[in-house]
């Protein structure tokens, strides 16, 4: 288990850089529009290129707020910052709106959106999670919706390098704070720089996190499977230790009483 996270981990500072020196500025970005050249913390493998957050993206949005008092049962889901989890949505507390409160036009979900905690407590601001289908729904102004061109960066490539900054606290560093929350506003966001290969290379390296995630998982539900054996093996010795020492009693009354 110790070696898989060991593993997730250094994919990701691939995405970071962690392992790589000698900052030299990068070359002009081929393909970007408008794009000017990004002076990184250190040098990239070949076909890298430094960009800004704004390089890559086609639109930034961030949603709206909503009162307790506007909650329904049954309506339009609103998703909040307990909704973004690390790399996916959590669905396990989720409120609901009433249709004319919410402008789906404007603020539906579509598949390869990218989700960015802008406002939370100072260990959970800056996360990031994957939308993997099309949602009807709305979103907090604690959340910002990030929409890549998917010709420069993929979501899921843009999401997992989110999440790097945010474990290594970059997302708190920049952040403007308060008394038990801190916020990273959409021109900080944008102006984050991220190291971006090929899309081919994103492809690889995203193919290579999923599969040591999915070993994690795999680990976790073994672990989960053992922990229930194991009680129930637990159990099964109880009853039949107590159940003897019952029978010995001989008038079935018990001995807990």
Not at 48 to 53: D, E, F, I, S
Not at 212 to 239: G, N, T, V, Y
Request: one cysteine or more.
């Amino acid at each position: 288990m110790a070696k898989t996270k060991q593993s997730t981990l250094d994919e990701l500072r691939k995405i970071g850089g962690k392992n790589r020196s000698n900052p030299k500025p990068d070359k002009k970005l081929k393909g970007v529009k408008g794009a000017k050249e990004v002076k990184g913390p250190y040098e990239l493998p070949e076909g890298w290129r430094w960009v800004k957050l704004k390089d890559v993206i086609k639109e930034i949005k961030s949603g709206f707020a909503c009162s307790k008092s506007n909650e329904v049962e049954n309506g339009i889901p609103h998703l909040r910052s307990n909704n973004i989890g690390f790399g996916n949505l959590d669905f396990s507390n989720v409120v609901y709106l009433p249709p004319e409160l919410v402008d789906l036009e404007i603020y539906s979900l579509k598949k390869g959106d990218v989700l960015f905690n802008n406002t939370n407590s100072k260990e959970l601001v800056g996360r990031a999670a994957l939308v993997i289908k099309d949602m009807e729904c709305g979103f907090s102004n604690h959340i910002t919706r990030i929409r890549v061109d998917k010709s420069l960066i993929l979501p899921e490539f843009l999401t997992y390098a989110i999440n790097y900054l945010w474990v290594t606290g970059y997302f708190l560093r920049i952040s403007t704070k308060w008394i038990g929350q801190a916020g990273v506003n959409n021109q900080k966001l944008k102006a984050t720089k991220i190291p971006l290969p090929p899309l081919e290379e994103q492809k690889r390296i995203v193919a290579r996190i999923e599969e040591l995630f999915s070993k994690i998982d795999r680990m976790k539900e073994l672990r989960r499977q053992a922990k229930e054996q194991a009680e129930d093996l637990l159990k099964s010795a109880l009853h039949h230790v107590f159940s003897k020492a019952d029978e010995k009693a001989g008038d079935g009354s018990g001995w807990g009483g």
